[in-house]
């Protein structure tokens, strides 16, 4: 039965993208982010200035949530960032900040909310990239902080096949924002993503119709 959800970086574009389809398929919905405000498309309860890299932090977020919101049934981590560095001229501290933001955010947030999700029978996506898949120039860091959760989503679901805990993941392409655009301005934008076709397809893993989809990574590519 759908109740409550929480989003992890619900402010950013696509936090926000998510948290409507969730809200609209009918969960209470909480937004945990470090920003201390949330966007003004978010929806839901937020709760900002949260460092979801640091256990004890996401730990008591989570708790707050389920405090105000009720057991869990869902959780989406969508925290995370981008770093475009070649091997050779990039930083190697750049490696540590994109596993920090991109993955471990995610294991904190899990190891926080399992208990709740193991209770009632739950389910958890996270996203990846499909640069995870194959990785481009410049894509290294990024890619294997996103080959992190990969990985992470196929051990957990494995662990979690007897405690009613479905764990899948979502690996976009290239997703159509206004930062995105920005950067690449000579791209054609139709080949993309938008943020509402990823929080579509994280609605459905979400939802009974997937009750069999466990331990599976999903392209979300457009045309790209």
């Known amino acids: 039965m759908k109740t409550h959800a929480i989003v992890t970086g619900a ?17 209470k919905v909480t937004g945990i982010d470090r920003a201390d405000s949330a966007g003004t498309g978010t929806q839901g309860t937020y709760l900002g200035g949260v460092d979801l890299a640091d256990a004890d932090a996401t730990a008591a977020a989570v708790n707050q949530a389920i405090g105000a919101n009720g057991p869990l049934s869902a959780l989406v981590n969508v925290a995370g960032t981008f770093r475009w560095e070649t091997v050779a001229d990039g930083d190697v501290a750049t490696w540590a900040t994109l596993f920090d933001i991109n993955l471990r955010t995610a294991v904190n947030a899990v190891r ?93 893993l979400l939802s009974d119709g997937a009750a069999a989809v466990t331990g599976a990574c999903i392209p979300v590519t457009g045309r790209c």
């Open 11 to 27: 402010a950013g574009i696509l936090g926000q993208a998510v948290t409507q389809a969730l809200v609209q398929a009918g969960y």
């Open 112 to 204: 926080a909310a399992l208990p709740s999700l193991r209770e009632g029978g739950g389910a958890i996506v996270s996203i990846g990239a499909a640069s995870a898949i194959k990785a481009g120039a410049g894509m290294g860091a990024y890619a294997a902080s996103k080959a992190g959760i990969a990985k992470l989503t196929e051990a957990l679901a494995e662990e979690e096949k007897d405690n009613g805990v479905r764990v899948n993941a979502v690996q976009p392409s290239i997703i159509d924002t206004p930062a995105n655009r920005a950067d690449m301005s000579d791209a054609d934008f139709s080949r993309w993503v938008s943020p509402a076709q990823v929080a579509s397809v994280i609605a459905f």
